[in-house]
């Protein structure tokens, strides 16, 4: 059972000295609620909550700690929400190292010893209760809802949080998992906008009958959602992965065109001098033209898929695994007229939340269809005893070479 919630001393002055207890949120006219979606409030309405913070910039295990506080019944706008997932995204880790373009700043809010940021970006909340004011909104949103952040930077490495109701958009939870949910808003948005506000790659826009993307990083989390939606519209891909021995390779190949990829390519072949000639062979001679290419890793990798672009491709960055520049020869700006630009999904949700809610609505529409699979996923079990230590493992382990799968964490009795 969670600790007594503390209480502000100005309050606490005005009331006699009882003992707070702690009861499942439940009510007369409804049977109790599951174990799991109890939450613990003090008689005095506030909820306890713990949180993932660190007061300053470094690795992980050397700098976060799990802080709990409390929350106050919420008021106006606000809502209080409970986290049912959130993911281990590298941008999140890239903030808490300080090595990220834009850092959330620290604040002295849950009343940590010194001044904190909570990371994440991503997440599937609950509506648990929400302020007098919240109807008055355009936003429809209730208690017992889903909903996922609007905007980036509202730390979500938490059990529960308070946020106006205008920071969040509401969800049709029907037939999906909170890690879906929770998941949806930055790789497949990301995959989805490259795909179609970069070049028309619609094959009855072209003389050609088919027209091709190529992309590096391709197991990851953009790649997957790349390929799928790519065979949703019908535009052919080549996939670029690092390669892996034996059989994990070979089971890799064989996953990845299940999802819909045309041809799968090992790093070591994009990066051989056999690649353009491959390439030809696999887009008719040459005459089905590689329009476009995802890049995600940079250096000698970004430069091969950019030789293999048609003239007038765009070649686009949205990460730097390799942590390497993007190096351009001369005659493929010259001679074949490339373009080379970037995109950050979370640049563009700020400025598009409108657009951001037609196209999360759009891929939940397909993932209850069955036509979206989920990335593969290592789900982090965070209950309310659970420890500072286990959390932390988990985010370090995310640094650490080939992994099964996304680090989600997954919120139980909280």
């Keep these: 059972m969670p600790p007594k919630p503390t209480i502000p001393s100005t309050i606490a002055r005005s009331m006699p000295r009882t003992r707070s207890t702690f009861l499942p949120r439940t009510t007369t006219s409804k049977p109790p609620l599951d174990r799991r979606r109890q939450r613990y409030i003090s008689t005095y309405g506030y909820t306890q909550a713990k949180a993932l913070v660190y007061s300053k910039h470094g690795e992980p295990k050397d700098v976060l700690s799990l802080h709990t506080h409390s929350l106050p019944p919420p008021h106006s706008t606000l809502l209080t929400l409970r986290t049912l997932s959130t993911p281990l995204n590298p941008a999140d880790i890239n903030q808490i190292q300080g090595t990220y373009a834009s850092l959330p700043p620290f604040t002295s809010a849950l009343g940590t010893p010194s001044p904190s940021a909570v990371p994440g970006n991503e997440a599937c909340f609950e509506v648990l209760s929400a302020g007098s004011s919240v109807s008055r909104t355009n936003t429809n949103i209730q208690p017992g809802d889903w909903v996922i952040p609007k905007t980036t930077g509202l730390g979500t490495w938490r059990t529960h949080l308070q946020v106006p109701a205008e920071q969040v958009l509401r969800v049709d939870k029907t037939g999906l998992k909170p890690s879906q949910v929770g998941t949806v808003g930055v790789n497949p948005v990301t995959a989805w906008r490259m795909l179609k506000d970069f070049v028309n790659l619609d094959p009855a826009s ?54 819909g990829a045309t041809k799968v390519v090992g790093e070591a072949e994009a990066l051989g001098k056999g690649f353009r000639d491959m390439v030809k062979e696999f887009t008719a001679g040459g005459r089905e033209p590689v329009k476009l290419a995802l890049n995600c890793v940079g250096g000698k990798s970004a430069t091969a898929l950019a030789k293999v672009l048609s003239p007038g491709g765009h070649l686009v960055t949205y990460g730097a695994m390799s942590r390497q520049p993007v190096a351009v020869p001369t005659g493929l700006l010259i001679f074949k007229d490339l373009v080379f630009e970037g995109f950050w999904v979370s640049r563009w949700s700020d400025a598009h939340p409108e657009e ?59």
Excluded at 397 to 408: A, D, M
Aim: charged share 30%.
């Design 206 to 259: 072209s003389s050609s009958s088919s027209n091709w993307f190529i992309q590096n990083g391709a197991n990851s989390g953009v790649g997957r959602a790349a390929i799928q939606l790519g065979k949703k519209w019908g535009y052919k891909n080549i996939a670029v992965v690092r390669d892996r021995p034996g059989d994990e390779g070979t089971r890799l190949r064989q996953e990845l065109e299940d999802l």
């Design 356 to 414: 951001k809610r037609r196209t999360v609505d759009e891929l939940l529409g397909m993932m209850r269809e069955g036509l979206f699979r989920d990335v593969p996923m290592v789900e982090v079990p965070w209950g309310w005893d659970t420890g500072k230590e286990e959390l932390v493992q988990a985010v370090q382990g995310t640094l650490e070479g080939y992994r099964k799968g996304k680090g989600v964490f997954c919120f139980g009795d909280t």
